[in-house]
């Protein structure tokens, strides 16, 4: 079993910055694929940015140079950098990950999520 631990969120005024970490722990031998999806209140979840195991990374267009992604995998930490935020970022952040586990196996983990509201 693996565990997703987020944080970072929380209330920004537009034109600020904030950094989300999620830091995974449990039965790991690697990580693949670490990414951030976002949910707004009618919507639904839209990948934010990936990070792979080798450092590549894919953005939305709608972040794209204002957010990085980045990880530490040392740690099993992915963050997620965010700066000249806009009141249309708000939404609910979730972490994703792809574990490969001590077994071999593959599976996919979803942390708890962490509230980003970003005021006009």
């Known amino acids: 079993q693996v565990q997703l631990v987020e944080s970072g969120g929380g209330l920004v005024q537009a034109g600020g910055s904030l950094r989300l970490s999620c830091a995974a722990s449990?039965?790991?031998?690697?990580?693949?694929?670490m990414d951030w999806h976002r949910q707004a209140p009618g919507k639904q979840r839209e990948l934010v940015a990936a990070i792979t195991s080798g450092g590549s990374t894919n953005y939305a267009d709608s972040v794209k140079g204002r957010f990085t992604i980045s990880r530490d995998n040392a740690k099993n930490t992915v963050y997620l950098q965010m700066n000249s935020l806009k009141p249309e970022d708000t939404a609910v952040y979730y972490c994703?990950?792809?574990?490969?586990?001590?077994?071999?196996?593959?599976?996919?983990?979803w942390g708890q999520g962490t509230q980003v509201t970003v005021s006009s």
């Open positions: 994703h990950v792809n574990v490969v586990s001590v077994t071999g196996l593959f599976y996919n983990y």
């Open positions: 449990g039965s790991i031998f690697s990580i693949n694929v």
